[in-house]
């Protein structure tokens, strides 16, 4: 109701419709069924809604990147451009639009803050935090912070000095649990299951970033669902078309949490179910 009106109480009687090009990096999985969920939450407004793999459309007034193909392809369309299932380091690194026009994003992952949280919520007696990147993240001093705060301990292994593997064996043997952050060029499809095995093999729990993960074999994971990115880029549609201005870039407002509980039972690790999760890591915000 609230979209609604924004979008169309807002809104001269007379303006044209706003022409939204949703650009996907690639068909199907959770980027159809996000550009499905957007389509759906503009159905009723004054917003027509096109999607393409490829590059937008000369008349759209607005373009919705999905993932990080399409965000570094609409960087010279010299349009304003809401990119979506994006990770935050990688989206910094974009160049910025041509011509002036207005960025914004809503990344993939999760803020550490919320990650952390889960973390403390399913292993409550953890107290060595592992994890792995190629170069340093932006975040990392906060999550050093954060994890101090709670008495608990960071190794982090910078991949390159050493092989995956090595890196990977090394953090395994000082870590209570291993948190993954986005970072494709460890956490990949090529990779994931030779990783989850190892850490499984050392006793160790994985905490990831999507629910894939959980069905591969990581104990739990907090990601947002494609419906719930798109409903919050529905809202900065709406923003854009009520004022021409896009919302700052954000991290995701809504999350879910999965639990792998025969993950859980094979590792004698006793852990709340994913709705008790879900509910200390929102009070814990």
């Known amino acids: 109701m609230a979209l609604a009106c924004l979008l169309s109480g807002l809104l001269p009687a007379q303006a044209a419709p706003l022409r939204v090009q949703v650009v996907l990096s690639e068909r ?61 380091a990688g989206y910094d690194k974009l160049a910025k639009p041509a011509g002036g026009a207005r960025s914004s994003a809503i990344y993939i992952d999760q803020p550490l803050e919320r990650q952390v949280s889960l973390l403390v919520a399913a292993l409550p007696k953890a107290g060595e935090v592992g994890v792995l990147y190629t170069a340093p993240p932006p975040g990392l001093s906060s999550l050093r912070r954060l994890l101090a705060e709670r008495n608990l301990q960071l190794h982090e292994q910078a991949v390159g000095q050493s092989s995956l593997f090595d890196a990977l064996e090394d953090v395994l043997a000082k870590s209570d649990v291993l948190l993954v952050l986005p970072d494709i060029e460890i956490y990949n499809a090529g990779t994931i299951r030779n990783i989850l095995l190892a850490a499984y093999r050392k006793q160790v729990p994985l905490i990831g970033i999507s629910q894939s993960y959980v069905k591969a074999g990581a104990l739990c994971a907090i990601y947002s669902t494609p419906a719930q990115i798109a409903q919050q880029a529905a809202e900065a549609v709406g923003q854009f078309a009520a004022s021409g201005k896009l919302p700052p870039s954000q991290y995701p407002k809504e999350f879910e949490v999965s639990v792998n509980a025969q993950v859980a039972r094979s590792l004698d690790l006793p852990i709340k179910d994913a709705e008790n999760l879900h509910g200390e890591v929102r009070r814990a915000q």
């Open 28 to 88: 199907g999985g959770a980027y159809q069924e996000f550009s499905d969920a957007l389509r759906d939450a503009l159905r009723a407004q004054q917003v027509i809604v096109n999607v393409s793999d490829g590059n937008a459309a000369d008349d759209a007034d607005l373009i919705v990147a999905v993932g990080m193909k399409s965000a570094s392809a609409s960087v010279a369309a010299n349009k304003p451009v809401l990119n979506v299932f994006v990770p935050k």
